[in-house]
């Protein structure tokens, strides 16, 4: 994607409209056993919609960045298994996925949907921002200021995870 293409894209707040194209990118950025189902992420959207940012291109949904609030220092896997445990004045931020449709991934399309979401997080006065990561991804979100503190206790979807904390 060209620079000028990458001008074009917008990053704003989701939509109930946008949840069908929301979980359609999630399935085939994740494994089955790591993705949010249309269920989950639609209940993920009633309890937090201001979480919910996506990008578009052309009027076409092709990523979002979502997550929830919590006081919790580390990104349980609990927190992946219902919206009880959200705490909305919670001082951290969670990423449950960053996911960008396969036609436009490596163009920078996440990269600005981070931006963008740690821009919110920092405006809507949290502390820090919150994500596991597998190994092969830490030193995509340290380009960002993310710091890990090694090994999650995270087992979701039978996966090795890794903790990453931004300061803010």
């Known amino acids: 994607m ?12 989701a939509t109930a409209q946008d949840i069908g ?29 201001q979480n919910f940012l996506v990008a578009e291109l052309g009027g076409r949904l092709i990523g979002f960045i979502n997550g929830s609030a919590t006081s919790s220092p580390v990104l349980y896997d609990d927190l992946f298994h219902g919206t009880s445990l959200h705490e909305p004045q919670g001082p951290n931020l969670t990423v449950f996925g960053i996911d960008v449709d396969p036609a436009f991934q490596r163009r920078g399309v996440a990269a600005e949907l981070i931006r963008q979401y740690i821009d919110k997080a920092t405006q809507d006065g949290r502390k820090t921002i919150i994500l596991t990561c597998k190994e092969h991804l830490i030193h995509y979100y340290a380009s960002f200021g993310f710091t890990s503190s090694g090994l999650s206790d995270s087992t979701h979807g039978g996966a090795v995870w890794y903790d990453m904390t931004l300061l803010l």
């Open 21 to 49: 194209r929301i979980a359609e990118i999630e399935s085939v950025c994740f494994p089955a056993a790591e993705a949010a189902s249309l269920e989950t992420l639609t209940e993920r959207f009633e309890a937090f919609p």
């Open 2 to 13: 060209s620079e000028d293409m990458l001008n074009q894209i917008k990053i704003r707040p």
